[in-house]
C-alpha cells in the first residue's frame, strides 16, 4: 500500500501551523532579499534555529549587503557568527562569497540550482533551499529531516539525501516542492525527531507504517504533569580533555544534543584555561570544578535552568582536591555529576576508589530521602561481563576487579537502577574504546558511563542511550530522557 501524501501533508500543514516557524523561513519573511536568505542558509547548516537567529541579526547590522561582507575579514566574521556550528569553515566562505558573486555573476544571487552550488559553503541542499525560499520557485530541498521522514513513511526508499531529492523530483506532486521542506523541519524539530520520535502524540500516527523508528515510551503521567511536555535530555560525556574536544566538535555535539543538563568530566583544564565560546554557551548555565592539579581530572555542569544550589565535593579533602563531584540541586532533584577515579595499573589506587565509592553511596542515600537523585559520570568500572568486550583477559584489571564490581553489586542491591539496562539487555553497547589497537572501529570497548537514579525515580526515566555515533574523545556521550 502506497503512502497517503495528500492526507498527510494536509494533517501536518494544520499540526505546524503551531509549531515555531524554521529560521530561514522566518528570515525570508522579514526580508525578500536574496542575499540574507542565502547566508542565513550557510550559516543554519548543522546550527540550532535560536543560534542562527542571533548569529544572523549580529551579522546583519555589520553586513546588510554583499559589499558591506566583502569589507569584513575573516577574523571578524567568526566572532561575529559564533557559535554557530563550523563557524571557522562557514566564516570562511562567507568571506570568499563576495568576489565569487562578482566574477560567477556580476554580484547577483542566482536563482538556479545548479549555478548555486559553485557559491562557497552551499551544497545542493542549500541551493535548493534558497531557489524556495528566497525566489520562491520549485525546487526540492532535501536536508536530513526530509530524508529521514520520508524513508519513515515508506515514499521513498534511499540511502543519502540526494537520493531522496532525486526520488522525489520523480514522484512527489509538484504543489508541494516550494512548502515540503518547511514542513518537515518544523514537523521533525517539534514531533518526528531523530532520536525517540513522539509517535505517542503524532498526528498522523494512523497514517505512518514507522519504517525503522524507535519511538519513545511514556508513562502515562508523572504528578500533576503531562508526561509529553515534562520530558528533559539529560546528558554525561568524559571528554578527555575539554581543550581537545573543542578542536574535535564539541560544541556541535553539544548542540545536536540537545540536553537540558549536560555533564562533563576529565575537563582537565581551570576555567580560565578555556575559551569563551565554551564559557559563555547562549542558553546555558555554566558550573566548572576543575582539580587543583593542572591539566587532570575535574568535573562541569552546563544547565538551561539556573540551580536552587550548587555543591563542590563530598566535603572530603582528599577526594575534592580532584575535582571529582559536582552536585546540583533543582526543584525535584539533585543532579550528581562524578568522574569516579582509576584503580590504575596493578590496582595501586583500588583502597582509594573503594573509600570514594563508599563515601558516594553514602552521599546518594543522603540526598534520596530529600527528592529523586540522577547520578551520571565516568564511573570507571564496567558492572557485567555484557559490559566489556573480553571479559576473561580483565578480570583483574582496574574496572572489572572484583573489588569494583563488588561495590556496583551493593548499588544495584540499594536498590539504584542502572538506566541503560532498563531499555536495553544487548552486548556490544559500550562508551569507552582505548585509543590502540583501532578499538573503536572493531568496537572492542567497555561500558563504563553511567546514569544511575534512586529507587524512587525509575518510572521517571523514559529513555536511555548511548551515543557512540558521536566523536571526540575516547568515551561517547551518554543520555536519559527524564520526567
Known amino acids: 500500500m502506497s503512502f497517503p501524501i495528500e492526507s498527510a ?105 545548479e549555478q548555486l552550488v559553485k557559491l562557497p559553503g552551499v551544497g545542493r541542499k542549500t541551493a535548493n533551499l534558497v531557489v524556495v525560499v528566497a525566489f520562491n ?8 529531516h526530509v530524508h529521514r521522514i520520508m524513508n519513515i513513511w515508506g515514499y521513498v526508499q534511499t540511502e543519502t539525501p540526494l537520493q531522496t531529492e532525486m526520488a522525489l523530483r520523480e514522484k512527489l506532486p509538484l504543489k508541494y516542492w516550494l512548502s515540503i521542506n518547511s514542513l518537515l523541519v518544523a514537523f521533525g524539530q517539534g514531533t518526528c525527531k531523530p532520536r525517540f520520535p513522539h509517535c505517542d502524540r503524532c498526528v498522523i500516527a494512523g497514517l505512518c507504517p514507522q519504517i525503522g523508528v524507535n519511538p519513545r515510551k511514556v508513562a502515562a503521567d508523572y ?19 575539554l581543550r581537545a574536544a573543542l578542536k574535535k566538535g564539541f560544541l556541535d555535539s553539544l548542540h545536536e544534543l540537545d540536553a537540558e543538563i549536560f555533564a562533563l568530566q576529565e575537563i582537565k583544564a581551570l576555567p580560565d584555561q578555556l575559551p569563551d565560546e565554551v564559557k559563555y ?83 546518594m542515600d543522603m540526598l534520596a530521602k530529600k527528592k529523586s ?13 555484557i559490559d566489556l568486550a573480553n571479559p576473561g583477559a580483565n578480570a583483574k584489571n582496574p574496572g572489572f576487579s572484583p573489588e569494583e564490581r563488588a561495590w556496583m553489586d551493593e548499588v544495584v542491591g540499594a536498590g539504584y537502577v542502572d538506566t541503560f ?16 589497537f583501532n578499538a573503536r572501529a572493531k568496537n572492542i570497548g567497555w561500558r563504563i558511563d553511567y546514569f544511575v537514579v534512586d529507587p524512587g525515580s525509575r518510572d521517571r526515566v523514559k529513555a536511555a542511550a548511548i551515543h557512540d555515533d558521536i566523536l571526540g574523545s575516547d568515551h561517547c556521550p551518554v543520555s536519559i530522557d527524564f520526567v
Open 137 to 144: 520557485k520549485p525546487a526540492i530541498c532535501v536536508d536530513t
Open 421 to 436: 539496562r532498563m531499555f536495553n539487555q544487548e552486548p556490544e553497547q559500550y562508551s569507552w574504546w582505548s585509543y590502540r
Open 223 to 241: 504528578g500533576s504533569k503531562s508526561s509529553a511536555s515534562a520530558v528533559r535530555r539529560f546528558v554525561s560525556w568524559n571528554v578527555n580533555g
Open 373 to 385: 537523585v540522577v547520578l551520571c559520570g565516568d564511573l570507571n568500572v564496567a558492572h557485567k561481563e
Open 9 to 113: 501533508v494536509a494533517l501536518l500543514k494544520e499540526e505546524v501551523a503551531g509549531y515555531q516557524v524554521p529560521v530561514v523561513d522566518l528570515i525570508a519573511a522579514q526580508t525578500k532579499d536574496p542575499f540574507k536568505v542565502l547566508v542565513a542558509t550557510i550559516l543554519s547548516a548543522r546550527t540550532k534555529d535560536e543560534v542562527t537567529a542571533a548569529a544572523s541579526r549580529k551579522l546583519f547590522k555589520r553586513a546588510d549587503t554583499v559589499d558591506d561582507l566583502g569589507r569584513l575579514s575573516v577574523s571578524e566574521l567568526e566572532k561575529i557568527i559564533y557559535p554557530v556550528g563550523f563557524f571557522r569553515n562557514k566564516a570562511k566562505y562567507l568571506a570568499a562569497l563576495p568576489a565569487v558573486l562578482q566574477e560567477e555573476f556580476g554580484g547577483r544571487i542566482p536563482d538556479v540550482v
Open 281 to 363: 554557551i547562549p542558553g546555558y548555565h555554566a558550573y566548572w570544578y576543575p582539580a587543583r592539579k593542572k591539566g587532570y581530572s575535574g568535573t562541569a555542569v552546563l544547565c538551561r535552568k539556573e540551580p536552587l544550589e550548587v555543591v563542590y565535593g563530598l566535603g572530603k579533602e582528599e577526594f575534592d582536591d580532584e575535582g571529582r563531584v559536582l552536585t546540583l540541586e533543582f526543584d525535584d532533584l539533585y543532579f550528581i555529576n562524578i568522574y569516579f577515579p582509576n584503580a590504575q595499573h596493578g590496582l595501586k589506587r583500588i583502597e582509594f576508589k573503594q573509600d570514594f565509592n563508599g563515601e558516594v553511596l553514602h552521599y
